[in-house]
């Protein structure tokens, strides 16, 4: 059974930092794009950032780049999303996704096949 599983979740100041990691287990990802997406209270599930398989290529939305960092670490089959300079309005579930077997980048949540449970990031003012 695949399972993604993100930790390092938690509050934060305005202008902190904190790391996102997701492990997966069942299977190896090492061949496809692995990405985040963030789901504030009453808006829809948005895209953040991916990777491709080799770590090789990465992708940001508009409102996280140069602030945020996506990588990974294919021998332990985990992804990292690095979050510095922290906006209240980053306040957020941030959920792991997976794409099944492309090494395709999609900002499209209905292109991942494998999602993680969330985990929550407050940030305050």
């Keep these: 059974q695949v399972q993604l599983v993100e930790s390092g979740g938690g509050l934060v100041q305005a202008g902190g930092s904190l790391?996102?990691?997701?492990a997966a287990?069942?299977?190896t990802f090492s061949s496809s794009v692995m990405?985040?997406?963030r789901q504030a209270p009453g808006k829809e599930r948005e895209f953040v950032a991916a990777v491709t398989g080799s770590g090789g290529s990465v992708y940001y939305a508009d409102s996280v780049k140069g602030r945020f960092t996506i990588?990974?670490?294919?021998?332990?089959?985990?992804?990292?999303l690095q979050m510095n300079s922290l906006k209240p309005e980053d306040t957020a579930v941030y959920y792991c996704a997976a794409r099944g077997w492309s090494?395709?980048?999609?900002?499209?949540r209905r292109s991942y096949d494998y999602w993680g449970q969330g985990t929550q990031v407050t940030v305050s003012s």
């Design 19 to 22: 790391r996102l990691s997701c």
């Design 71 to 80: 990588s990974r670490d294919n021998a332990k089959n985990t992804v990292y």
């Design 25 to 27: 287990s069942g299977r």
């Design 35 to 37: 990405g985040w997406f």
């Design 103 to 108: 090494n395709y980048y999609s900002s499209s």
